[in-house]
T-cell receptor, first 117, second 111 residues
Framework: GAVVSQHPSWVICKSGTSVKIECRSLDFQATTMFWYRQFPKQSLMLMAT?????????EQGVEKDKFLINHASLTLSTLTVTSAHPEDSSFYIC?????????????FGEGSRLTVL | DAKTTQPNSMESNEEEPVHLPCNHSTISGTDYIHWYRQLPSQGPEYVIH???SNVNNRMASLAIAEDRKSSTLILHRATLRDAAVYYC????????????FGKGTRLSVIA
């Protein structure tokens, strides 16, 4: 079946540094990818929609200058957390639909756990 | 997206069937009913989805009420590996939209 892979699985960084998380669709092309974050004991919250070849669409309250999203190819989207701070520590998850219809299933990456010291 | 209502938590004995309910009284005619689950420290995993008719796959069964205002995910024999948070989500078939997650139901399985 379709697979979505994230890298890294976990990362620890110092406050003020930037961290890049990659999301790849391994056996299908994804014109759209979705980025979520999840704080402990909470549900997934949609951050942004990544569109290949165009600007990402951010949800209300998500700073687009802090969470840079690039979807340069049909199999790769990246999320860069710029100038990370401890409050950015979270579980970041990407998702990609293999089709263009809402009738199909979505595939999720394994998640990337970011810890900012 | 229309909202869904699920119990916060449920408990099941191992090897017993589990029925996880979901209410979606404001569902529209173009909404598919999706179920995903999330094991600890992992991304969500697709379980099953349907529109009007009951659906079966290797993981579970989905029973959809005739008026589509509720559905039930059925795990036929719960195992310890089924302990997870189960999310019932409505998704419009007409567009490539993201899943909007509620709080889900935390299923505990007792050996």
């Amino acid at each position: 079946g379709a697979v979505v892979s994230q890298h890294p699985s976990w990362v620890i960084c110092k406050s003020g540094t930037s961290v890049k998380i990659e999301c790849r669709s391994l056996d299908f092309q994804a014109t759209t990818m979705f980025w979520y974050r999840q704080f402990p004991k909470q549900s997934l919250m949609l951050m942004a929609t990544s569109n290949e070849g165009s600007k990402a669409t951010y949800e209300q309250g998500v700073e687009k200058d802090k969470f840079l999203i690039n979807h340069a190819s049909l199999t790769l989207s990246t999320l860069t957390v710029t100038s990370a701070h401890p409050e950015d520590s979270s579980f970041y998850i990407c998702s990609a639909p293999p089709g263009t219809s809402g009738a199909g299933e979505l595939f999720f990456g394994e998640g990337s756990r970011l810890t900012v010291l | 997206d229309a909202k869904t209502t699920q119990p916060n938590s449920m408990e099941s004995n191992e090897e017993e069937p589990v029925h996880l309910p979901c209410n979606h009284s404001t569902i529209s005619g173009t909404d598919y009913i999706h179920w995903y689950r999330q094991l600890p420290s992992q991304g969500p995993e697709y379980v099953i989805h349907g529109l009007t008719s009951n659906v079966n796959n290797r993981m579970a069964s989905l029973a959809i009420a005739e008026d589509r205002k509720s559905s039930t995910l059925i795990l036929h024999r719960a195992t310890l590996r089924d302990a997870a948070v189960y999310y019932c989500i409505l998704r419009d078939f007409s567009g490539n939209t993201p899943l909007v997650f509620g709080k889900g139901t935390r299923l505990s399985v007792i050996a």
